[in-house]
């Protein structure tokens, strides 16, 4: 395969945006960027297109909201990151395709590789340039990279590490040719799509394990029968204490600025 391919570019959230900044900067011919719907946001009728969608239009690239554009755009190769959609053999038949993934595959393959390796209390995570086949994120390796994760990083600022890694990395990939990939080897495991109950603070955990529902980011619980999210918290004196919180119906504030103002029981705590 030449190594400066014409792509077609597949993915939604802010870390795919980042990624397609890079393969524009660096010179690449992006035929077409496909991405999810324009969605409405608010209470309002206005919607908003995705990070990605936002950024091709900025970059005066074409834009589609169907897969099956990649077959017919004329590209080489498809770039995938974060596309959260499946892409049908018919598709992948005429126009080959590597894929972005944030974890050291086979483990976390699927939807949500960041947070279930934070939440699982891995060491270590990374980034794979992988070939995209019809089973999902089974393809062989084409490169990859190893990151720590250290005990205060959450899923946010890890992805973002991981996207500006894995740009690194593919963009080697796309300049020296694919070459050949490797078969992944050793336990596979999935990473399922995060669900609110994930997210939901259980008090019974030990304390690293609470911290970590914390670090993935939207953790809740609830305060007198009412949802309250904390977006922060640290250890004091072998106890959990929020930093940052955000009451329901309320905007984001400190967690003694919200004691102040509710003034809980002595002895209560969060449900």
């Not at 795919?16 to 900044?21: G, I, K, Y």
């Not at 529902?213 to 977006?231: K, L, P, S, Y």
Request: with cysteine; net charge negative; charged share 20%.
């Amino acid at each position: 395969m030449s190594a400066h391919p014409s792509l077609v570019f597949l993915g939604s959230p802010e870390v795919s945006a980042d990624v397609l900044r890079a393969l524009v900067s660096a010179g690449h011919d992006i035929r077409l960027v496909i991405t999810g719907a324009d969605r409405r946001r608010g209470r309002g009728g206005a919607t908003s297109p995705t990070p990605v969608g936002a950024t091709a239009v900025e970059l005066g690239l074409p834009v589609s909201h169907d897969t099956n554009d990649a077959a017919t755009c004329g590209a080489a190769l498809g770039v995938v990151v974060a596309y959260g959609e499946i892409i049908r053999p018919h598709v992948l038949s005429v126009v080959p395709m590597v894929n972005l993934h944030f974890s050291l595959l086979p483990r976390w393959r699927g939807a949500a590789p960041v947070e279930r390796a934070i939440l699982s209390g891995d060491s270590e995570t990374g980034v794979c340039v992988m070939e995209v086949v019809e089973a999902l994120d089974a393809g062989g390796v084409y490169a990859s990279e190893s990151l720590p994760i250290t005990g205060d990083i959450t899923a946010s600022s890890l992805t973002t590490e991981l996207g500006v890694i894995g740009a690194r990395l593919l963009l080697s990939c796309l300049e020296n040719g694919l070459g050949e990939p490797a078969p992944q080897v050793g336990e596979v495991t999935y990473a399922a799509k995060m669900t609110t109950e994930d997210r939901h603070i259980d008090w019974t955990q030990p304390n690293e394990a609470i911290l970590r529902t914390v670090r993935i980011g939207g953790a809740w619980t609830t305060w007198r029968g009412e949802r309250f999210r904390i977006h922060d918290a640290e250890v004091v004196d072998g106890n959990i204490i929020p930093v940052s919180v955000q009451p329901a119906g309320k905007p984001k504030m400190s967690f003694e600025d919200w004691v102040r103002g509710a003034r809980p029981d002595e002895g209560e705590w969060f449900e």
